[in-house]
């Protein structure tokens, strides 16, 4: 949910780690930190008085942003500052690392597999805030939390297939994957030109992305207006930064909220913590603690309900999941499998959850098929793929095939 950079080096060619983890690395800072540092750079103060302004000041006696070093390759120096949420003190298991009110989260509608619609509204709000243009208040007056999502382009942002290339698209070797973003991208298409674009032109004050000049008296300039890309940015943000709530106790709709703080938290398939809480008024939505914490420690949450394999995190996220490693028995060595894709080899194998027909078995297999390992880790090893999306889809198919062998 949340990162920012602070230093990076460039990958070296044996690096597996897929892209970085988390949300918010659009987010710029100055601030120099270590390991557990807190983040106090001007756009974080903002977001901690916006917090504290809606009701969730008790929190910030508990968290606050920090950063901690995430190894994004084998050599000692590929080393990335991770933005997340950090624990200003202890706390004991049962007891909640955050409560935020209800009334502060954004309530973007009903949960559905569709998310442009959920985007334009979202859209809609970040402009307002983005262009200073007229509309609600409490619109503008979210632009201090605004201001934390990932930016258009940034890191985070493009690590979804969503922003792929054809040629990186192709190069993950999984057809299932490559339709479904083709899928999402024709959405988002169908919904800017139904939606977005008659309502821009309709309204100067209505997905206006940038500020109005000095100087511009048109009431319909479209050179400010939001494009499609900025709307296939909303539809990515709702995929990966979106929790599903479920109303009161008599309702049996389920809601999109985006939820301060909560969804700044990064990924751990491990997290013992639990989410909890309803969307309804006077409700509150909460982390709490499933171990001790330390003052120190960061707070991740398990993305996905913690089940689901990297073929969603590189879609829905931007990044590739290495943790929960599986080690293999005796008989097969003791090589470390990355639990994220045990589970996509199982689909392949015809086993676990979510199991596909035995049509989209055969494809996949064919796809993967193309190329061998060895092909791929000396692909990879050659320094050759050098675009980040590339890259990311080799790491993301050698990942596949080791998992596949481990257990076949």
């Given at each position: 949910?949340?990162?920012?950079?602070?230093k990076?080096?460039?990958?070296?060619?044996?690096?597996?780690?897929?892209g970085?983890?988390?949300?918010?690395?659009g987010s710029?800072s100055?601030?120099k930190?270590s390991a557990g540092?807190?983040d106090?750079?001007?756009?974080?103060?903002k977001?901690?008085?916006?917090i504290?302004?809606?009701?969730?000041?008790?929190n910030?006696?508990?968290?606050?942003?920090g950063?901690?070093?995430l190894?994004i390759?084998?050599?000692k120096n590929d080393i990335?500052?991770?933005?997340?949420v950090?624990a200003l003190k202890?706390?004991?298991?049962?007891e909640?690392?955050?409560d935020?009110p209800?009334e502060?989260?954004?309530n973007l509608?009903?949960?559905?597999a569709d998310?442009t619609l959920?985007a334009t509204t979202l859209?809609?709000?970040?402009c307002?805030w983005?262009?200073?243009?007229?509309?609600p208040p409490g619109?503008?007056e979210?632009?201090?939390y605004f201001?934390?999502?990932p930016n258009?382009?940034s890191?985070?942002?493009l690590?979804?297939?969503?922003f792929f290339?054809d040629?990186?698209?192709?190069?993950?070797?999984n057809?299932?994957?490559?339709?479904e973003?083709?899928?999402r991208?024709?959405?988002?298409?169908?919904?800017?030109?139904r939606?977005v674009?008659p309502?821009?032109?309709?309204?100067?004050?209505?997905?206006r992305?940038?500020?109005?000049?000095?100087?511009?008296d048109?009431?319909?300039d479209?050179s400010?207006?939001?494009t499609?890309l900025?709307l296939?940015?909303a539809?990515?943000i709702?995929t990966?930064r979106v929790?599903?709530?479920?109303?009161?106790p008599e309702?049996?709709t389920?809601?999109?909220?985006l939820?301060p703080?909560i969804?700044m938290?990064n990924?751990?398939?491990?997290?013992?913590h639990v989410?909890?809480?309803?969307?309804m008024?006077?409700?509150s939505?909460?982390?709490?603690a499933?171990?001790?914490?330390?003052?120190g420690?960061?707070?991740?949450i398990?993305?996905?309900g913690s089940v689901e394999g990297?073929d969603r995190?590189i879609q829905?996220?931007?990044?590739?999941?290495?943790?929960?490693?599986?080690e293999?028995g005796?008989?097969?060595?003791?090589?470390?499998?990355?639990?994220?894709?045990k589970?996509?080899?199982?689909?392949l194998?015809?086993k676990g959850?979510?199991r596909?027909?035995?049509?989209e078995e055969?494809?996949?297999l064919?796809a993967i098929q193309?190329t061998?390992?060895?092909?791929?880790?000396a692909l990879l090893a050659s320094?050759?793929?050098t675009?980040n999306?590339?890259?990311?889809a080799?790491?993301?198919r050698?990942?596949?095939?080791?998992a596949y062998?481990?257990?076949?």
């Amino acid at each position: 949910m949340a990162k920012s950079k602070t230093k990076k080096k460039k990958k070296s060619s044996g690096s597996s780690s897929g892209g970085l983890k988390g949300f918010g690395g659009g987010s710029s800072s100055s601030t120099k930190s270590s390991a557990g540092g807190i983040d106090r750079s001007p756009s974080s103060m903002k977001f901690y008085n916006y917090i504290q302004r809606n009701g969730g000041e008790s929190n910030l006696k508990r968290v606050g942003l920090g950063y901690f070093p995430l190894q994004i390759g084998p050599d000692k120096n590929d080393i990335i500052q991770l933005r997340g949420v950090i624990a200003l003190k202890d706390i004991s298991k049962g007891e909640a690392i955050i409560d935020i009110p209800y009334e502060m989260a954004i309530n973007l509608g009903r949960e559905s597999a569709d998310p442009t619609l959920p985007a334009t509204t979202l859209l809609q709000k970040y402009c307002t805030w983005k262009s200073n243009s007229d509309g609600p208040p409490g619109d503008k007056e979210k632009g201090d939390y605004f201001a934390m999502l990932p930016n258009l382009e940034s890191d985070d942002c493009l690590g979804s297939t969503d922003f792929f290339t054809d040629t990186a698209l192709d190069m993950l070797q999984n057809p299932i994957i490559v339709e479904e973003t083709l899928s999402r991208r024709e959405m988002v298409a169908a919904r800017y030109e139904r939606d977005v674009l008659p309502m821009a032109q309709m309204s100067s004050n209505l997905y206006r992305w940038e500020e109005r000049k000095e100087d511009d008296d048109s009431d319909n300039d479209e050179s400010n207006i939001a494009t499609q890309l900025h709307l296939q940015w909303a539809s990515w943000i709702i995929t990966s930064r979106v929790l599903t709530v479920q109303g009161p106790p008599e309702s049996t709709t389920a809601n999109r909220l985006l939820i301060p703080l909560i969804d700044m938290c990064n990924h751990d398939r491990d997290s013992p913590h639990v989410l909890t809480g309803r969307a309804m008024e006077g409700g509150s939505l909460k982390v709490v603690a499933g171990a001790d914490i330390k003052a120190g420690d960061q707070i991740n949450i398990g993305y996905g309900g913690s089940v689901e394999g990297n073929d969603r995190f590189i879609q829905d996220y931007g990044f590739l999941d290495s943790g929960g490693s599986l080690e293999l028995g005796k008989n097969k060595g003791k090589e470390l499998i990355p639990e994220a894709y045990k589970i996509v080899a199982k689909k392949l194998l015809g086993k676990g959850r979510n199991r596909m027909s035995v049509a989209e078995e055969e494809k996949m297999l064919d796809a993967i098929q193309a190329t061998t390992l060895d092909d791929d880790i000396a692909l990879l090893a050659s320094g050759k793929v050098t675009n980040n999306d590339e890259r990311m889809a080799l790491e993301y198919r050698i990942g596949v095939k080791r998992a596949y062998n481990a257990l076949w």
